[in-house]
């Protein structure tokens, strides 16, 4: 089983619908979970952060987190040509040499007009 | 401006040679990671830092080589050991060893063998 695991994709809304991104994570003891924005070629960039059960909300984005079921989700309102990316997921665990950041292997969003 | 930055952007590599890969930051954070992205298989861990002058191995740690002997620099050596190098490079930090808290990436560094 992996670490972090994300659908592939391709996920394909059109515009204006709400985008509903999932993962999973096998590590109970993963504390900090992250959704993570890449276009082609670029570098990750940081869309939320979250850390305990329930929902976060920042502007069109949510993150929701159940930890019991080791699910982590994102939904995008409205979504726009813009969000058309690569999401990945991140999960923190502890091995034995300390923590690590874990990824998953991404979900390609495609908004259509 | 505050950051990370990793250099070249761009890198060819002959078979059988080693290269360096370099990350630095000004962010004052503790800890730094290298990824390797290959197409379809997000990102894997290759080494990280948690403090100056120690550095532990990730998932894929064969045929690369670290070192970490000032807070702002991490420079990975992709070794000739490393039998297929081509990937996209991926340099990272967060504040805390901890990992709770986001990690900053750099720019990527696109390595191919020639």
């Known amino acids: 089983q992996k670490e972090v695991e994300q659908n592939s994709g391709p996920l394909s809304v059109p515009e204006g619908a709400i985008a509903s991104l999932n993962c999973t994570y096998s590590?109970?003891?993963?504390?900090?979970f992250f959704w993570y924005r890449q276009y082609s070629g670029k570098s990750p960039e940081l869309i939320m952060s979250?850390?305990?059960?329930g929902d976060k909300e920042d502007g069109r984005f949510t993150a929701q987190l159940n930890k019991a079921s080791q699910y982590v989700s994102l939904l995008i309102r409205d979504s726009q040509p813009s969000d058309s990316a690569t999401y990945l997921c991140?999960?923190?665990?502890?091995?034995?040499?300390?923590?690590?950041?874990?990824f998953g292997t991404g979900t390609q969003l495609k908004v259509e007009l | 401006d505050g950051g990370i930055t990793q250099s070249p952007k761009y890198l060819f590599r002959k078979e059988g040679q080693n290269v360096t890969l370099s990350c630095e930051q000004n962010?004052?954070?503790?800890?730094m990671y290298w990824y390797r992205q290959d197409p379809g298989q997000g990102l894997r861990l290759i080494y990280y830092s948690q403090i100056v002058n120690d550095f532990q191995k990730g998932d894929i740690a064969e045929g690369y080589s670290v070192s970490r002997e000032k807070k702002e620099s991490f420079p990975l050596t992709v070794t000739s050991a490393q039998k297929n190098p081509t990937a996209f490079y991926l340099c990272a930090s967060t504040f805390s060893p901890l990992m709770n808290t986001e990690a900053f990436f750099g720019q990527g560094t696109r390595l191919t063998v020639v």
């Open positions: 991140a999960v923190n665990g502890v091995t034995g040499g300390g923590n690590k950041l874990t």
């Open positions: 962010l004052n954070h503790d800890a």
């Open positions: 979250i850390y305990s059960n």
């Open positions: 590590d109970r003891g993963s504390q900090s």
